[in-house]
T-cell receptor, first 114, second 113 residues
Framework: AQSVAQPEDQVNVAEGNPLTVKCTYS??????LFWYVQYPNRGLQFLLK??????LVKGSYGFEAEFNKSQTSFHLKKPSALVSDSALYFC????????????FGSGTQLTVLP | DADVTQTPRNRITKTGKRIMLECSQT?????MYWYRQDPGLGLRLIYY???????NKGEISDGYSVSRQAQAKFSLSLESAIPNQTALYFC????????????FGEGSRLTVL
């Protein structure tokens, strides 16, 4: 089985401050982990992924995420938030070596306040 | 032009009507997917296809059917629409690996009255 949880429906942060969007996962083995972003009235766009190797993954638009196996987490971070980062963010997981498709979290709405 | 194109973008229909949502892609990917997005539920997989002769059910396939007409075309049908199928539907594609990311269309918003 595989599942992913995004414990916060909404995250508000001031422009220029660091932001964190949380994600925890559950798989019965090694995970493949992804972050996607959805801007209003648009489809989802890929931000970054963890497959193997370095626990700190860097992605598009200055975002990064840290894979923490002991805490089964893959939190999305950015050192300095922009108003244009305001969007809906989805974490997704797949069990490596499995034919199962991606399981998405419920999404976190990030609002960056000017 | 978008790499993954969905039509129609918006549709309002009545209970019991047959509806088809179409998806075409120019990315040359073999794998195509249909997802449904509902507020607070994230995205749920309806059907996916790894090539023209390969169709697989996702976690919420009941009430839906699909057709892979060509490598670039994957359509989703609701044979008899019901109100709880009101949602935002996304088509996506990916390369032929389990580590590849998904590329999404802009979405088709369906309202069933």
């Amino acid at each position: 089985a595989q599942s992913v949880a995004q414990p916060e429906d909404q995250v508000n942060v001031a422009e220029g401050n660091p932001l964190t969007v949380k994600c925890t996962y559950s798989v019965s083995g090694n995970p493949y982990l992804f972050w996607y972003v959805q801007y209003p009235n648009r489809g989802l766009q890929f931000l970054l992924k963890y497959i193997t190797g370095d626990n700190l993954v860097k992605g598009s638009y200055g975002f990064e995420a840290e894979f923490n196996k002991s805490q089964t987490s893959f939190h999305l971070k950015k050192p300095s938030a922009l108003v244009s980062d305001s969007a809906l963010y989805f974490c997704a997981v797949r069990l490596s070596g499995s034919a199962r498709q991606l399981t998405f979290g419920s999404g976190t709405q990030l609002t960056v306040l000017p | 032009d978008a790499d993954v194109t969905q039509t129609p973008r918006n549709r309002i229909t009545k209970t019991g009507k047959r509806i088809m949502l179409e998806c075409s892609q120019t990315k040359g990917h073999d794998r195509m997917y249909w997802y449904r997005q509902d507020p607070g539920l994230g995205l749920r997989l309806i059907y996916y296809s790894f090539d023209v002769k390969d169709i697989n059910k996702g976690e919420i396939s009941d009430g839906y059917s699909v057709s892979r007409q060509a490598q670039a075309k994957f359509s989703l049908s609701l044979e008899s629409a019901i109100p709880n199928q009101t949602a935002l539907y996304f088509c996506a594609t990916s390369m032929g690996t389990y580590t590849g990311e998904l590329f999404f269309g802009e979405g088709s918003r369906l309202t069933v009255l």
